[in-house]
């Protein structure tokens, strides 16, 4: 595929494009986790607020899901990644796409949209899917490297999407947890626009966590206070691992848990165990392992991964089940955490309202989908402007009944 000058490359593998190149575009303006006032210096002189450090867009981390066997066309996630190339070979502009036989480990459902087209004759598989495989976190997904036209680049690349589409005979392209600018662009362009729904955690300059509940309805306060209290009354231990005290010891002990509470939760756990070792190596400063440990032994833990202002909480799980423990280690430890390292926010990751007691509070997630056939562009297109009226009246009720002080 190409355009004048440009020309858009598929690639069915993240190894086959430079790291070096690839990050250029994911992290254009230099930003490293969780280092603010080093971030703070870069971020005035990026091009963008939105351009921060996203650790799931990186080159490392599509590796590791690739090199450890998590995300192939094994497991139904077939790497088709775009990069746009200059005339001299250079590359501008990347997507993170993957050609894709179902719509597990997405967490924006389409089963809905699938089952439809099928019962009315379509071939609703293969599809394409711009995303971070088994990762419901916000982030740009048409990547542009620093000093180029972004809004030009992104255009070039959602076209190329489209053309992708015909070429590999697929339905539809679906941009998931997109940032709003990149949304904006593809609607214009002419990408249906959805919304959904996470809850997450804001920073409002808080100097310790006794400061974030005194923010907090009296009752509210009270009833996180005894939580953690209580989380911990078996002689539990917690440690905050990160950096080179991520040992293989420990990435065995969270893979235990992993196993254990995924395979009750949906029944396959999608990561494998050289995934964990591969961020451990090459990510480690941008993962924290939080980890209870009781006579000893490690019993439960949370994996959290560090953004150049943001904590991103994906994976939890235990061996043995102590009151209280899951909302201390996956929510009541990440703003600790987020506090200490004077982040701006915490994403727990998708659904719960139940974290809405706990602090974190309704946002909007945003994708975009291109759909090929027009008998089923219009009845999603009907389908998501009604969805998306739903979801902004509920995120204002419950924002409303937030655990916040009403003064």
């Not at 542009?144 to 070039?156: K, L, Q, T």
């Not at 589409?165 to 940032?179: D, G, K, Q, Y």
């Not at 994403?347 to 027009?374: D, F, M």
Request: net charge negative; hydrophobic share 40%; glycine share 8%.
């Amino acid at each position: 595929m190409s355009g004048g000058e440009l020309r858009i490359r598929v690639l069915n593998a993240i190894a086959d494009v430079p790291a070096a190149a690839w990050n250029a575009c994911a992290n254009p303006a230099g930003f490293g986790p969780g280092r603010p006032q080093e971030n703070a210096a870069l971020n005035a002189e990026s091009e963008s607020q939105d351009r921060a450090y996203n650790p799931f867009i990186t080159h490392e981390f599509l590796h590791a899901l690739e090199a450890s066997g998590s995300a192939t066309g094994r497991t139904g996630w077939q790497p088709q990644h775009l990069v746009m190339e200059n005339d001299d070979g250079g590359i501008i502009g990347a997507t993170p796409c993957y050609l894709k036989s179902h719509s597990q480990g997405e967490y924006i459902f389409d089963w809905g949209w699938a089952d439809a087209f099928e019962r009315a004759g379509g071939n609703y598989y293969p599809k394409l899917q711009v995303s971070v495989p088994f990762t419901p976190a916000t982030g740009e997904r048409l990547l542009v490297a620093s000093g180029e036209n972004v809004d030009a680049v992104r255009i070039g690349l959602a076209s190329g999407l489209a053309e992708l589409c015909s070429m590999r005979e697929a339905s539809s392209a679906h941009l998931t947890f997109l940032t709003e600018p990149e949304q904006e662009l593809l609607g214009k362009a002419g990408f249906l626009k959805r919304s959904s729904q996470q809850f997450h955690w804001e920073n409002q300059g808080y100097a310790t966590f006794d400061d974030f509940l005194t923010a907090l309805a009296s009752r509210k306060r009270k009833a996180i206070r005894r939580e953690r209290s209580e989380a911990v009354v078996n002689d539990i231990e917690i440690e905050w691992l990160t950096g080179a005290s991520l040992t293989e010891a420990a990435w065995d002990a969270f893979f235990a848990f992993y196993m254990d509470t995924g395979a009750r939760k949906w029944g396959r756990p999608y990561l494998k165990r050289p995934f964990f070792s591969a961020i451990g190596e090459t990510m480690r400063d941008a993962v924290l392992l939080v980890m209870a440990k009781r006579e000893g032994r490690y019993i439960a833990g949370a994996l959290n991964f560090i953004g150049s202002d943001t904590l991103y909480g994906r994976h939890w799980g235990c061996i043995e089940e102590h009151p209280f423990l899951h909302f201390e280690l996956c929510y009541y430890q990440a703003i600790q955490f987020a506090i200490e390292r004077g982040l701006k926010r915490v994403e727990a990751g998708a659904q719960g309202e139940h974290k809405l007691a706990r602090g974190y509070l309704p946002v909007v997630t945003r994708s975009a989908h291109y759909i090929a056939n027009p008998n089923l562009r219009r009845a999603v297109s009907d389908f998501v402007r009604r969805e998306s009226a739903e979801i902004a009246a509920i995120n204002e009720a419950l924002s409303e009944a937030g655990p916040f002080r009403k003064d």
